[in-house]
């Protein structure tokens, strides 16, 4: 099994660019998450889904959009690329969206720098 | 103030001693808490899982849950150079399936076991 398996590994975009971050998991999970990790601020939720069709936000939604048309693809789009979107991104998946009987597997994460 | 806090470290050990690893929290009503460890340009991956209060142990592994002071802990026996690592706490309210699988993390304690 893949897992979560997140493209591109590395990116730079410029002020105000656009860009889409890939996810895609190959368990069938119903849940599918996106976090970004800072520097002494740990992992922050930015959106969630708990299936095809269904999306909501979680804590630092601004400046990001996704969709989720299929249960194994979770895309994370970037409006207009800010400084402040600087960080590493992870995506997330678990079986259900019930925390008691369903851990979170993370893929390997997207470096993101925006100049 | 951020709702779980952790020491960021280094913390600095040599090879054989225990590591022990806290986060104190602020919100009374987390019931799940879980410790993750992530490796370098890694995502991080689960080590432990709690609800509630108590102890639970798995192999050199000890997660400690303290609900009256809002403290937990991570004992780990017999350290490694391979559990060099960062350790994230992560702790979550009990949701339903609709609201989804949402941690907290604390910003990760950074170990290195020394040879």
């Known amino acids: 099994n893949a897992g979560v398996t997140q493209t591109p590994k590395f990116q730079v975009l410029k002020t105000g660019q656009s860009m889409t971050l890939q996810c895609a998991q190959d368990?069938?999970?119903?849940?599918m998450s996106w976090y970004r990790q800072d520097p002494g601020m740990g992992l922050r939720l930015i959106h969630y889904?708990?299936?095809?069709?269904?999306?909501d936000q979680g804590e630092v939604p601004n400046g990001y959009n996704v969709s989720r048309s299929t249960t194994e693809d979770f895309p994370l789009r970037l409006l207009s690329a800010a400084p402040s979107q600087t960080s590493v991104y992870f995506c997330a998946s678990s079986k259900t969206g019930l925390v008691g009987n369903s851990p979170l597997h993370f893929g390997n994460g997207t470096r993101l720098t925006v100049t | 103030q951020k709702e779980v806090e952790q020491d960021p470290g280094p913390l600095s050990v040599p090879e054989g001693a225990i590591v022990s690893l806290n986060c104190t929290y602020s919100?009374?009503?987390?019931?799940?808490f879980m410790w993750y460890r992530q490796y370098s340009r890694k995502g991080p991956e689960l080590l432990m899982y709690?609800?509630?209060?108590g102890n639970k142990e798995d192999g050199r592994f000890t997660a400690q849950v303290d609900k009256s002071s809002k403290y937990i802990s991570l004992f780990i026996r017999d350290s490694q150079p391979s559990d060099s690592a960062t350790y994230l706490c992560a702790m979550s309210t009990l949701m339903i399936k609709a609201a989804g699988n949402k941690l907290t993390f604390g910003g990760g304690t950074r170990v290195l076991v020394k040879p």
């Open positions: 919100n009374s009503a987390f019931q799940y």
């Open positions: 889904s708990v299936g095809a069709g269904i999306t």
């Open positions: 368990m069938n999970h119903e849940y």
């Open positions: 709690t609800y509630s209060s």
